[in-house]
């Protein structure tokens, strides 16, 4: 049952999915929406969020573009690593870790503008929703939480694309053709400093090779230098803090490593996984700082861990 709510913060990234969520929570639950923007570090320019907010009738007191990128590293990305936390054996977590930071967030701000309701834009079909939703639970239990994808018939990119359409919200060119028509993208992506992830029509079928364009950091490994580069980290209580000598931020500490990694085409991976909510999905993703990041640990851990400790840390 669609339960009353009188003001909703919204995790919205500005695109497609998240501006017509935004609508939608206007007009189906006639509410007031404050819509959050994390920069996790994802490389994309985070004012034209603002725009599209405003646009949306958005008041400017209700948006929230945050810089979360040094709490991002410190306070999550780098207690993962310390755990050498990794999902069967080769994925990263590069989505996951950031999707508790951003509840939280979403969270605070629900408390500073008294809001009681949270949404998210995560699917249906995908482990995402897990995550947003403990983590509102987590933190405040008494947060009505709205799961667009769990609710209305907007099943579709199509469906999306015609409902902006009606409803006068501009579409980014990335989701236009050559002709300015509405188009599908292949991929659905997800970016932060930690990583970037692709999932989508093409990779679904396992035949399908992932077509070297699709990669948007890591050079591929045949135009990787031939010469070797050495680096140096330095470690802290089980955190990087110097690289080749010098004492850098979290957040600096991985971007530099992520641009290692990308020049020598490192941190490409491309698996089918099992998802929590109980069916198998296809991604590649690219996490280049964080592959260095862990390499680096599990050596610190060979000279300093005796055999015990290290065996159970393994299990």
């Known amino acids: 049952m669609k339960k009353e709510v009188k003001k909703v913060v919204l995790a919205y990234s500005g695109g497609l999915d998240t501006s017509v969520i935004l609508k939608w929570l206007q007009d189906e639950y006639k509410c007031e929406v404050v819509t959050f923007t994390a920069d996790l570090g994802q490389g994309e320019e985070l004012e034209p969020a603002r725009i599209k907010a405003l646009e949306l009738g958005i008041k400017p007191e209700n948006i929230f573009i945050d810089d979360l990128k ?6 999550f990305v780098f207690p993962m690593f310390r755990a050498n936390a990794i999902y069967e054996g080769e994925y990263l977590l590069g989505t996951s870790i950031a999707r508790p930071l951003i509840a939280k967030r979403q969270a605070e701000i629900a408390k500073i503008t ?5 949404s998210h834009g995560a699917t249906g079909k995908g482990n995402d929703q897990v995550r947003f939703e403990m983590g509102y639970l987590g933190q405040d239990s008494s947060l009505t939480i709205i799961a667009p ?18 409803h ?4 980014d060119k ?11 993208s292949p991929y659905s992506m997800d970016a932060n400093l930690l990583h970037i992830s692709y999932e989508g029509l093409h990779l679904e079928d396992p035949n399908a090779e992932p077509e070297d364009s699709m990669w948007l950091w890591t050079n591929s490994p045949e135009n ?16 990087p803090v110097t690289l080749n000598g010098e004492t850098i931020s979290a957040a600096t500490m991985l971007k530099t490593l992520n641009d290692y990694g990308n020049k020598h085409g490192i941190g490409r991976i491309d698996i089918v996984e099992n998802r929590f909510v109980g069916m198998k999905a296809r991604g590649c993703y690219e996490t280049p700082g964080g592959t260095i990041m862990l390499k680096a640990h599990r050596a610190i851990e060979s000279i300093t861990l005796d055999r015990e400790a290290a065996h159970l840390k393994m299990r």
């Open 70 to 75: 040094e709490e991002f590293v410190k306070d």
């Open 114 to 118: 008294g809001a009681d309701g949270v």
């Open 149 to 166: 994808w769990r609710e209305w018939d907007l099943n579709s990119r199509e469906k999306l694309l015609a409902y902006a359409k009606d």
């Open 168 to 171: 006068g919200i501009s579409i």
């Open 174 to 184: 990335k989701h236009l053709d050559e002709n300015g028509n509405p188009s599908v």
């Open 224 to 239: 990787a230098p031939d010469e070797a580069e050495y680096i140096e980290i330095g470690y802290a209580h089980g955190d």
